[in-house]
């Protein structure tokens, strides 16, 4: 059954292609949320909104809507957040989910610069870009909005752990994310925009992205459905309360 308090939101979802990304896309829509699903992979992004449709139930009146996007371009960015801000009137955007991000492997002296580049516009530039443009059309159209940054555990402590010691430059990337995430936080209070922001750290998570680095130690692992499950509940809460962080792990995990 649809809440009425999802109905006619809109959220947008980075790296809506696949693992944790199509996962809260997913969730959001059953919620009622009209969900931009953005991500590189356009064939992954209409499958995305295939599988809503076929499992949609009648009284939900919510779309998916795919939109092709690299996270590392400026431009693409822009014309992501422009699409969504107008895709209902004037509604704007209500719900922001960082989640794009990639993940090379190797030493910081061995991975290649342009994939540290790569791996930083995503990661880190990309999160400032979406979240500055999607603050401002919350502050403009006066939206309470909410703001969710899919961050990991290794953003919060050097993973050494097997096939997780070779992910330096993720791990920086995930800090700095870390930093990031309280000073929107701060900054969106002190200049009273009404805009939440929540950090949301996983340990292991059975993903695509995890899956091509080998990994097999911290065993067992979350399903992307956890991370989608405690992202609906952070915008579940009452809006006189903001989780500001939520580190979620596998029973048993050893990360």
């Given at each position: 059954?649809?809440?009425v308090?999802?109905?006619?939101?809109?959220?947008?979802?980075?790296?809506?292609?696949?693992?944790?990304?199509?996962?809260?896309?997913?969730?959001l829509a059953?919620k009622?949320v009209?969900?931009?699903?953005?991500?590189?992979?356009?064939?992954?992004?209409?499958?995305l909104k295939?599988?809503?449709e076929?499992e949609?139930k009648?009284?939900n009146?919510?779309?998916i809507?795919?939109?092709?996007?690299?996270?590392?371009?400026?431009?693409?960015?822009?014309?992501l957040?422009s699409?969504?801000k107008?895709?209902?009137g004037d509604?704007g955007i209500?719900i922001?989910?960082?989640n794009?991000a990639?993940?090379?492997t190797?030493t910081?002296?061995g991975?290649?610069?342009?994939?540290i580049t790569?791996c930083y516009?995503i990661?880190?530039v990309?999160v400032?870009a979406?979240?500055?443009?999607?603050?401002?059309?919350?502050?403009a159209?006066?939206?309470?909005?909410?703001?969710?940054?899919?961050n990991?555990i290794?953003?919060?402590?050097?993973v050494?752990?097997?096939?997780?010691?070779?992910?330096s430059?993720?791990?920086?990337?995930?800090h700095?994310?870390?930093e990031?995430?309280?000073?929107?936080?701060l900054?969106?209070?002190?200049?009273?925009a009404?805009?939440?922001?929540?950090?949301?750290?996983p340990g292991a998570?059975?993903?695509?992205?995890?899956?091509s680095?080998?990994?097999?130690?911290?065993?067992p692992?979350?399903k992307?459905t956890?991370?989608?499950?405690?992202?609906v509940y952070?915008?579940?809460?009452?809006n006189t309360?903001?989780i500001?962080?939520?580190t979620?792990?596998?029973?048993?995990?050893?990360?």
């Amino acid at each position: 059954m649809v809440n009425v308090k999802w109905a006619g939101k809109t959220a947008v979802v980075t790296g809506a292609s696949a693992g944790i990304g199509a996962a809260v896309a997913l969730a959001l829509a059953h919620k009622g949320v009209d969900v931009v699903a953005a991500a590189r992979r356009e064939d992954k992004l209409e499958e995305l909104k295939k599988k809503f449709e076929s499992e949609k139930k009648k009284e939900n009146k919510a779309l998916i809507h795919p939109f092709v996007c690299d996270m590392s371009k400026q431009k693409d960015i822009e014309s992501l957040m422009s699409f969504a801000k107008d895709l209902n009137g004037d509604g704007g955007i209500d719900i922001l989910v960082n989640n794009a991000a990639i993940l090379p492997t190797g030493t910081i002296a061995g991975v290649s610069m342009d994939k540290i580049t790569e791996c930083y516009m995503i990661n880190v530039v990309g999160v400032i870009a979406a979240t500055k443009l999607a603050a401002a059309d919350m502050v403009a159209k006066k939206i309470k909005g909410h703001i969710i940054m899919i961050n990991s555990i290794s953003g919060h402590k050097t993973v050494t752990t097997g096939d997780l010691s070779n992910t330096s430059v993720y791990s920086s990337s995930k800090h700095a994310l870390t930093e990031l995430v309280e000073n929107f936080r701060l900054e969106f209070n002190y200049t009273r925009a009404n805009i939440r922001v929540t950090s949301i750290s996983p340990g292991a998570v059975d993903t695509e992205m995890l899956r091509s680095v080998q990994y097999s130690g911290a065993l067992p692992m979350l399903k992307a459905t956890d991370v989608a499950d405690a992202v609906v509940y952070a915008l579940s809460v009452p809006n006189t309360v903001n989780i500001t962080e939520m580190t979620i792990q596998a029973d048993g995990e050893v990360l």
